[in-house]
């Protein structure tokens, strides 16, 4: 079996329900149901990860905002040790926007409470931007500052991290390796414009014209690159997800677990299996064969059935009862979601207690017809 893993979230509590969408994309649900199996389901079933991807750039962006402010916030504390008595009215700013700005990784933050903080933040970075006094960077010295300059010259930024990889979240923002400059911020907004909503662009999504329009403006003609500039786009993309795409990751991945190139295999097995098994009935009957022998036509039988249950509830009863998934094709993952678990168990005694009840019915009729020899 596949050792492929994601990152272990901490659960408030055990959830006696299906997942929400918000909870699989703030990484808060474990396999069959979490964020690398729905991206597996976006991109093979959907044919719509371009969404997901603008979705999480944006979450990105985001954290590399709040990443920012954090790193100016500390660096104007070390500076002026005597702010919060007296200090200037924008270094005050910054403490009074932001206070402790909360690990936006972490499933504890409640969505009321992180949308309020977006907004502090944009807000922030609105009144900040063009202001280059405070910079997060001061206090690593010149040379440092010269040498991130250069980088940042040469266009020579760092990818955003996939969210397959299992990356560790916390920066050590007291290395000078790891700081975020507002240009950072500007080139995270301008590749999201560029990559996902502009007209031919590599991987534009559709939004409404509108929504596109003030983006556009917002970035281009503004200046503006806070993240509550793509607030409308983000929460189109995540109710056309909710709406179109969701529905159908669970039905696929909570009620059952095989993928559409298994559900074919299993058909085409369980018709030639069933075709078999029906020719070779008639067969022992017309030849007047013993019963004893024709008990032999519970083998093909049984493969017929089973695979044809299989695809019909896609749904695989024996990989289910051992705890696995599939989310590419026989690839095979861990169940480790407690309710979805369950859920899969019931649904595989149902398949096999109806694979067995048309099993022996059809047994039963061809073994104890009374054959005729033609």
């Given at each position: ?85 007296a200090g200037s009215k924008r270094s005050s700013a910054v403490l009074d926007y932001m206070g402790d700005v909360n690990d936006p990784s972490g499933p504890s933050m409640q969505y009321g409470d992180e949308k309020a903080q977006d907004q502090r933040l944009s807000a922030f970075l609105r009144s ?247």
């Amino acid at each position: 079996m596949s050792n492929m893993t994601t990152p272990s979230p901490h659960l408030d509590m055990v959830r006696n329900r299906l997942p929400t969408l918000f909870e699989v994309l703030n990484r808060q649900t474990l396999p069959p149901v979490d964020l690398f199996s729905f991206y597996i389901y976006m991109r093979d079933q959907q044919r719509s990860v371009d969404y997901l991807d603008f979705w999480l750039d944006v979450s990105q962006h985001m954290s590399l905002c709040r990443h920012y402010v954090r790193e100016l916030r500390r660096s104007v504390l070390v500076e002026t040790p005597e702010l919060e008595k007296a200090g200037s009215k924008r270094s005050s700013a910054v403490l009074d926007y932001m206070g402790d700005v909360n690990d936006p990784s972490g499933p504890s933050m409640q969505y009321g409470d992180e949308k309020a903080q977006d907004q502090r933040l944009s807000a922030f970075l609105r009144s900040d931007n063009g202001t280059p006094s405070h910079s997060p960077h001061s206090s690593f010295g010149s040379e440092d500052q010269q040498r991130r300059n250069n980088n940042s010259g040469s266009g020579d930024r760092p990818n955003r991290p996939s969210f397959m990889s299992t990356p560790d979240h916390r920066t050590d923002s007291e290395s000078p390796a790891h700081t975020v400059a507002r240009a950072d911020i500007r080139a995270s907004a301008e590749k999201i414009l560029y990559t996902f909503l502009l007209p031919g662009s590599e991987r534009e999504i559709i939004l409404p014209q509108g929504i596109l329009n003030d983006i556009t403006a917002s970035i281009e003609e503004e200046g503006r690159d806070d993240p509550e500039v793509f607030d409308s786009a983000k929460d189109y993309t995540f109710q056309a997800m909710e709406r179109d795409a969701f529905p159908g990751f669970l039905r696929s991945k909570a009620l059952g677990n095989l993928v559409p190139p298994s559900l074919m295999l299993r058909l085409i097995l369980g018709l030639v299996s069933m075709f078999g098994a029906f020719w070779t009935a008639f067969i022992l009957i017309f030849l007047n064969y013993p019963r004893h022998t024709r008990c032999w036509i519970i083998l093909p039988f049984t493969i017929g059935v089973y695979a044809l249950a299989a695809h019909q509830y896609a749904l695989d009863p024996i990989l289910a009862l051992a705890g696995y998934s599939e989310y590419t094709f026989l690839t095979f993952s861990r169940v480790r979601e407690p309710y979805i678990r369950t859920l899969l168990n019931k649904r595989a005694l149902m398949v096999l207690s109806v694979t067995i009840l048309i099993t022996l019915a059809l047994v039963v009729l061809f073994v104890f017809v009374p054959g005729k020899r033609l």
